[in-house]
């Protein structure tokens, strides 16, 4: 038997059980080693009958003295019961519905039992023990002697499962093959280990399994949290050292442009705009690619940051492209950039799979203006799509607006110089690699900015912008290639949404509220977990290691359309009411998106499709349903679609789960507007990956490690942080290995 032995070659795995175990993504040894426990119980206290105390949740160890089924009469259930004893004591153990105990289990065997003890008048009582008979110690391949049981009187591993795969069973599999653990390849060099203070691979995964001590078991977590951490800060500075080999336009800082431009504003910038936006200039002036990451706030201003940069690039004749992930925010940041650069000869274009516009002088062949457009829009020719990929291969649009449809529709651009990619973190190398593709290097002004050779070797800057705070810990961890320049301050003046936590008693007075908003010409949001009744909520299992007890609590579902149902026939029959979802295709909710935007619509209903990239000013009411559903950080992202216009905005919060946990988690949002001390407290309660969202990415579909191991992720990036590959070749392949076993955006 080896790491690649096929699972059905384990005792007791047959059909059934291969099938389910493959579900788990279990199909080799290797497979079952790395498939880790989620939590553990630690039943290591092993005490004498006579010492048991009411309450305690220990192992004892004694011989059977009497062992019987018997069915009860009133309950009709088979009753196992049995009498253990040692040598100070007798204790009384029943077990409900295991009739086959009494067949397995026979007096005078020695057995160990792990369970929660009770005290009656008769003395000390077991109910649905783990039992185990004892057996002679043995001899671990890599530690010597080995304890005598496996599920019981130890520290006990609890693994995530699939229906009709017991605990016990993986225990039993695991004990069969953990020996196996020597033949793990170490692919940590020496010296690194030595650096991260860890212990040995093959080492930390026998003792993640069955661990000896709490202290072996940390010192195992530890090293299997640094192995997944390290390897993403590994991958991150094989980007930031493949970028170093390859040449990007340098865009000198036009200091008096910038400064009219900024002067021509109708607000002024805050200090962290200003830091951000001359981060970024610096960068755009060197010879290699800017890698940085534009992290800010809702309503923080990172568009006119963004603008200034793209602004930046047109002055030293190159084009600048902004990226969005949906047609919806692609039009708004069309909208945005045209009234920022009104008064400038500059064409701004853009281009989706149903909308091309392109804003600037007659020349362009009007033929129908885009309806709904603010006024300060003006011209703007609606015209077809081979005019205006001819004007971006021509070089005569300096701003192109679009969605990810830039990357497949056949357009090239003339010299493209920065590229901005908004709430698409995960915009990599492969996509650049697109672009760069896409340049059309021997055009006149790229030739006379770059020699010939520079020219084919040119990738444009990069700049990623969030509108959702991140943590530090987050951002370093995912986003180890880029730099980091947040805007965590708001802009004079800006109004802070007013957020309430609402009792069940005081929902009437809610939608009375929003009924007053809307006859004042408001509109408002109502926020749903769930599309319908038949859609089931993710349960996700802590990705950490616990010892503890662990119980899942499901509540009743809120839902978009029994939701848009309630208020349009009962609550708000006068109103408008609107709703939309995930499902809808991507004109219909375009086309809904439009009506609300056009105050078509009073109330919207909606699930977490309006979380990003939203922007309805005339919205003041956020009203969100199974609030408790939500991570702060997402409920923070609601929140930010009001507030966005001179009136008064307010977030009121619903949950018909009033336990402890939910309650302050909530009241710490009522009282917090900080997206960023949001952000932290939500990924320090809750993890990152519902927080995020970025549990489907593969990026954080961590075994072990959790972005709370701020210490750990440190460490990780220091050592990572300007490594000799040529030196560690090694590493260079764990990483291409790693890259293949997961989902990459």
């Not at 105390?53 to 160890?61: A, H, I, K, T």
């Not at 650049?432 to 084919?456: H, N």
Request: charged share 30%.
């Amino acid at each position: 038997m080896d790491l690649q032995t096929h699972i059905s070659q384990l005792n007791r795995v047959g059909k059934s059980l291969e099938k389910r175990l493959k579900h788990l993504g279990i199909e080799t040894v290797q497979d079952l080693l790395f498939y880790f426990p989620f939590r553990y119980e630690d039943f290591s206290q092993v005490k004498k009958i006579k010492d048991l105390q009411d309450g305690d949740e220990v192992s004892v160890r004694g011989k059977i003295e009497l062992i019987a089924s018997k069915r009860s009469f009133r309950a009709r259930k088979i009753i196992t019961e049995a009498v253990v004893a040692d040598e100070t004591e007798r204790l009384k153990v029943i077990w409900f519905g295991q009739p086959f105990i009494s067949k397995v289990l026979k007096p005078g065997d020695e057995v160990f039992l792990s369970g929660k003890v009770t005290m009656d008048m008769f003395g000390a009582k077991m109910v649905g023990p783990a039992y185990e008979r004892a057996r002679p110690l043995s001899r671990s391949p890599l530690r010597g002697e080995r304890k005598e049981t496996t599920h019981t009187a130890r520290i006990v591993p609890m693994y995530s499962l699939t229906e009709g795969i017991t605990n016990k069973q993986m225990r039993f599999l695991m004990s069969q093959v953990v020996g196996l653990v020597k033949e793990v390849k170490e692919w940590l060099p020496d010296d690194i280990r030595d650096r991260a203070d860890v212990m040995g691979l093959a080492e930390a995964i026998k003792a993640i399994h069955f661990p000896e001590s709490d202290d072996e078991l940390k010192h195992a977590e530890r090293r299997l949290k640094f192995d997944e951490l390290y390897i993403l800060q590994l991958r991150g500075e094989m980007i930031r050292q493949s970028l170093k080999k390859v040449s990007a336009p340098k865009l000198e800082f036009k200091e008096k442009e910038i400064q009219e431009f900024v002067k021509s504003l109708p607000f002024t910038l805050t200090k962290k705009q200003k830091i951000s936006a001359w981060e970024i200039l610096q960068d755009m002036g060197k010879s290699e690619p800017m890698n940085r990451l534009l992290e800010g706030d809702v309503g923080s201003g990172k568009t006119v940051v963004a603008a200034m940069a793209m602004y930046n690039a047109a002055l030293n004749g190159f084009q600048a492209v902004i990226m969005a992930p949906t047609e919806i925010l692609a039009r708004q940041h069309f909208e945005s950039l045209c009234g920022l650069f009104a008064g400038l000869d500059l064409r701004i274009g853009l281009v989706t799979r149903s909308m091309r516009a392109v804003s600037g002088d007659k020349r362009y062949e009007i033929r129908d203006n885009i309806s709904h457009l603010p006024s300060h829009i003006s011209p703007v020719s609606h015209i077809s799509k081979s005019k205006i990929i001819k004007f971006i291969q021509d070089g005569e649009i300096k701003i192109i607006i679009g969605t990810h449809a830039l990357l497949t529709e056949s357009v090239e651009f003339g010299n493209l110089g920065l590229v901005i990619v908004d709430e698409q973190h995960r915009f990599g190398v492969e996509q650049r690699k697109i672009l760069k593709e896409k340049m059309r290097t021997g055009e006149p002004d790229l030739s006379r900015a770059l020699s010939s050779a520079e020219a084919r070797e040119i990738t444009p800057h990069f700049l990623s912008m969030t509108a959702t705070p991140i943590p530090r810990s987050f951002a370093l961890t995912v986003y180890g290639d880029l730099d980091l320049s947040i805007i965590d301050e708001m802009p004079v003046g800006r109004k802070l949404v007013k957020t309430r936590l609402v009792e069940p008693r005081n929902r009437e007075k809610a939608y009375d509220f929003i009924r007053a908003q809307v006859k004042q010409g408001r509109q408002a949001f109502v926020i749903c977990p769930l599309i319908d009744n038949n859609q089931n909520l993710k349960l996700q299992i802590p990705n950490k290691l616990q010892i503890t007890n662990y119980k899942l609590q499901i509540d009743d579902k809120k839902t978009v359309l029994s939701e848009y149902e309630k208020l349009s026939k009962q609550i708000f029959p006068d109103l408008k009411i609107g709703f939309v979802h995930g499902k809808l295709k991507a004109t219909e909710k375009e086309e809904v998106m439009k009506k609300f935007s056009n105050k078509e619509i009073d109330v919207l209903v909606s699930t977490s499709v309006v979380e990003v990239g939203v922007n309805i000013p005339n919205a003041s009411v956020m009203m969100i349903e199974g609030a408790e559903r939500f991570g702060l950080a997402q409920l923070h992202q609601f929140r930010g679609r009001v507030g966005r216009a001179e009136h008064q905005s307010y977030c009121f919060l619903f949950t018909d789960n009033n336990s402890d946990k939910v309650m302050e988690r909530l009241k710490y949002f009522e009282k917090e507007n900080s997206g960023f001390k949001v952000a932290e407290y939500d990924l320090d309660a809750r993890g990152p990956g519902e927080v995020y969202g970025t549990a489907q990415s593969g990026m954080m579909n961590f075994k072990i490690a959790t972005l709370q191991d701020k210490e750990i992720i440190k460490l990780a990036r220091e050592l990572a942080r300007g490594i000799d590959f040529g030196k560690y070749p090694g590493l260079r392949e764990r990483v291409r290995e790693w890259e293949e076993s997961v989902h990459l955006e």
